[in-house]
């Protein structure tokens, strides 16, 4: 989180606009201790313009996670044009390799900022720098279990499938005595945050809208109801809902990982799954939910669960077969549930003090990693907040 | 939502490159970058002071047409009255 230590600037400059940021003012009530300035771009981006170029356009608008916006504007767009998707292996296989890739970057160079004190965590990212150099998950196609082997000999210690199967078994109470007995950074990173970690514990809904079709075509109505209003803070069921890699369709357990800790330990525990072979609703490439729902008039809604949560893609089409062109398209992004001014995130925000003391802030990171929002966190001026929320 | 900026790098330290574009300079980290050859001139998508991939001189090119529209656009629509 930039800014902690004194309310900082507001920096401008050509760049700044394009991705905006969530600024946030501790221990003030919601839902004015919460806000973000990202600008909307799809519409603009994609209205009118021919649907055939929509998965490149969304790829290459949202870089980051290009591949799953592709895969998901692609299943969306298969659905509004031929009344169903068909998610094939290599989609599936696009979207693990997407997945897994941001949970090693979250791990070795996210979370020792957020969870570390200065000095150590500059230690680790020194070191991480150097063990992320051998990650086949960053590379050109690794062999099958490369990545299996590079986790066990420079995260888990042990071999990944004893891992898991010991975490599947007993989250709370693997998680606690491997981060107490193994050697190496990365349990003794989780150990260090343990208790900061695990007395944040915030309690939303898990979204869990693409369980069925009713409910995926209750949200489809909301969306087309509400439009990028809709889309920029979205509900469930008329409430907030948070959505994780503890809130997945095959993960009966997930929910149950109530503290920031959990659910980091939730992400290492998804990065096993994904570097082992697929077993269908356990480990590999089928280990994420994916698909699309045709809805009327050539419009449809299409979900993947990628490494922040669950990103939705809503899609009208305007004419059909080549010459259709895109009348409406909203992404609803992991970031937009769990940074809603009324969600997950905004509740801690108000829990804060108002001065909150060190140890406070290291709660608070915690949280913030196991959310991982996309875009930077900022410390806002009160002035600033009042500004935004009458923009 | 994760939008990543096209820069050119303009100079490498090590695993640090400062990086340009739209004339704002930014240093990014190559730490995943790692498995790529890169040299001065060549173009990455950079986020939250990260280099995350390497990208051609088109790719830039189509990405910053694409941003550009936007902004335009934006600035357009805050304009009118």
Same mark, same amino acid.
């Given at each position: 989180?930039?800014g902690?230590?004194?309310?900082q600037?507001? =920096?401008? !400059?050509?760049l700044d ?7 946030v003012?501790a ?5 004015? !201790? ?14 009118g313009r021919?649907a ?7 790829g290459?608008?949202f ?10 504007a692609?299943l969306?767009l298969q659905?509004a044009?031929?009344g169903?998707?068909?998610?094939t *292996?290599?989609?599936?296989?696009q979207?693990?390799a997407?997945?897994v890739r941001d949970?090693a970057q979250?791990i070795?160079?996210?979370?020792p900022?957020? @969870?570390?004190?200065?000095?150590d965590?500059?230690?680790f990212?020194?070191?991480?720098a150097?063990v992320l ?7 050109p196609a690794?062999?099958p279990?490369a ?5 066990q000999?420079h ?5 990944p499938?004893?891992?898991l ?6 989250p709370?109470g693997w998680?606690?005595?491997?981060s107490? !007995? ?5 349990p003794?990173l @989780? ?6 970690a ?5 309690g939303?809904?898990? @979204?869990q809208v693409?369980?069925?079709d009713?409910?995926l075509q209750?949200l489809?109505?909301e969306?087309q ?8 803070? =979205?509900?469930w069921r008329g409430?907030?809902?948070e959505?994780g890699?503890w809130?997945?369709?095959h993960?009966?357990?997930g929910?149950r990982l ?5 659910r ?12 082992? =072979?697929?077993?269908p ?7 994420l939910?994916?698909?699309a729902?045709p ?16 990103? @939705?893609h809503?899609?009208q089409?305007d004419?059909?077969g080549a ?6 398209c909203h992404?609803?992004a *992991? ?6 001014p009324?969600?997950a995130?905004a509740?801690?925000v108000e829990?804060l *003090?108002r001065?909150?003391?060190?140890e406070a802030?290291?709660g608070?990171d915690a949280?913030?990693?196991?959310y ?6 900022q410390?806002a =001026? ?10 | 939502?994760?939008l990543a ?5 303009? +100079?490498?330290d090590?695993l ?7 004339g704002?300079?930014r240093?990014?980290s190559l ?7 890169l ?5 990455v &998508?950079?986020? &939250?002071?990260q280099?995350? +991939?390497k990208?051609s001189?088109e ?6 047409? &694409?941003?550009?529209?936007m902004l335009?656009a934006?600035? +357009?629509?805050?304009?009118?009255p």
């Amino acid at each position: 989180m930039t800014g902690r230590r004194g309310v900082q600037a507001i =920096p401008m !400059n050509t760049l700044d606009p394009l991705g905006g940021a969530l600024w946030v003012r501790a221990g003030e009530p919601r839902p004015h !201790n919460l806000r973000s300035t990202r600008p909307d771009w799809v519409d603009r981006a994609t209205r009118g313009r021919p649907a055939r170029a929509l998965p490149d356009t969304l790829g290459r608008l949202f870089a980051l996670c290009s591949r799953a916006h592709a895969v998901c504007a692609g299943l969306a767009l298969q659905a509004a044009q031929q009344g169903r998707a068909e998610v094939t *292996p290599a989609l599936r296989g696009q979207l693990a390799a997407q997945t897994v890739r941001d949970h090693a970057q979250q791990i070795w160079l996210d979370w020792p900022g957020r @969870l570390l004190p200065p000095t150590d965590a500059a230690a680790f990212q020194a070191r991480a720098a150097v063990v992320l150099g051998t990650c086949p998950a960053f590379g050109p196609a690794a062999a099958p279990g490369a990545l299996a082997d590079w986790l066990q000999t420079h995260a888990l210690g042990l071999p990944p499938a004893a891992w898991l199967s010991r975490w599947d078994e007993d989250p709370p109470g693997w998680l606690r005595h491997w981060s107490d !007995n193994a050697p190496g950074e990365l349990p003794r990173l @989780l150990r260090h945050c343990r208790a900061v970690a695990e007395t944040a514990a915030p309690g939303l809904p898990a @979204l869990q809208v693409h369980a069925s079709d009713a409910a995926l075509q209750a949200l489809a109505g909301e969306i087309q109801a509400q439009g990028a209003r809709f889309a920029r803070q =979205p509900l469930w069921r008329g409430w907030c809902a948070e959505t994780g890699v503890w809130t997945r369709l095959h993960d009966a357990a997930g929910q149950r990982l109530h503290s920031a800790w959990l659910r980091l330990g939730a992400r290492l525990a998804e990065a096993v799954r994904l570097a082992l =072979p697929d077993e269908p609703g356990r480990c590999g490439a089928d280990w994420l939910a994916l698909g699309a729902l045709p809805l009327a008039d050539g419009s449809a809604i299409a979900w993947v669960e990628m490494a922040r949560g669950l990103l @939705l893609h809503h899609l009208q089409l305007d004419g059909s077969g080549a010459d259709a062109r895109v009348a409406a398209c909203h992404v609803i992004a *992991p970031t937009e549930w769990n940074f809603h001014p009324d969600g997950a995130v905004a509740r801690a925000v108000e829990a804060l *003090p108002r001065q909150p003391d060190a140890e406070a802030w290291r709660g608070f990171d915690a949280l913030v990693a196991a959310y991982a929002p996309c875009v930077p966190l900022q410390h806002a =001026p009160s002035s600033l907040l009042v500004e935004v929320a009458h923009a | 939502m994760c939008l990543a900026i096209p820069m050119q790098v303009m +100079q490498i330290d090590g695993l640090s490159a400062r990086c340009t574009a739209k004339g704002v300079e930014r240093r990014v980290s190559l730490w995943l970058l790692q498995h790529e050859t890169l040299a001065v001139g060549d173009m990455v &998508l950079a986020h &939250l002071g990260q280099a995350v +991939q390497k990208i051609s001189h088109e790719q830039a090119r189509e990405a910053w047409a &694409l941003f550009d529209e936007m902004l335009a656009a934006d600035a +357009q629509s805050r304009a009118a009255p």
